[in-house]
Nanobody, 125 residues
Framework: HVQLVESGGGSVQAGGSLRLSCTVS????????IGWFRQSPGQEREGIAA???????TYADSVKGRFTISLDNAKNTLYLQMDSLESEDTAMYYC????????????????????RGQGTQVTVS
């Protein structure tokens, strides 16, 4: 049974920081991609960062230089460090896991990730 559980969301002032966590259990494949996505009401889903089982990372232009994705293998936990937050970053954030190639597709948000978490809300004011 695959589970992805996000935590760490909340409310923060513009310019502040948050760190999101995504704990993964039960993923059955050795090669994988785990990505962070976000979506706000009326907006399209956006893939913002991802890491694959080889440690390669990718970022959307909208967060590059401000967000950092990392993985603690011992804890089976993916992190998203978000700095210099802006009001435009307000959204529901969630993580999703799928096949390794998905990390480097043109638009991750359109790709068939197999599993996703319930999400955690981030509000920047």
């Amino acid at each position: 049974h695959v589970q992805l559980v996000e935590s760490g969301g909340g409310s923060v002032q513009a310019g502040g920081s948050l760190r999101l966590s995504c704990t993964v259990s039960g993923y059955p494949y050795r090669a994988w991609c785990i990505g962070w996505f976000r979506q706000s009401p009326g907006q399209e889903r956006e893939g913002i960062a991802a890491i694959d089982s080889d440690g390669a990372v990718t970022y959307a232009d909208s967060v590059k230089g401000r967000f950092t994705i990392s993985l603690d293998n011992a804890k089976n936990t993916l992190y998203l460090q978000m700095d210099s937050l802006e009001s435009e970053d307000t959204a529901m954030y969630y993580c999703a896991a799928g096949k390794e190639y998905l990390c480097f597709t043109r638009n991750m948000a359109l790709e068939p990730f197999d599993y996703r978490g319930q999400g955690t809300q981030v509000t920047v004011s």
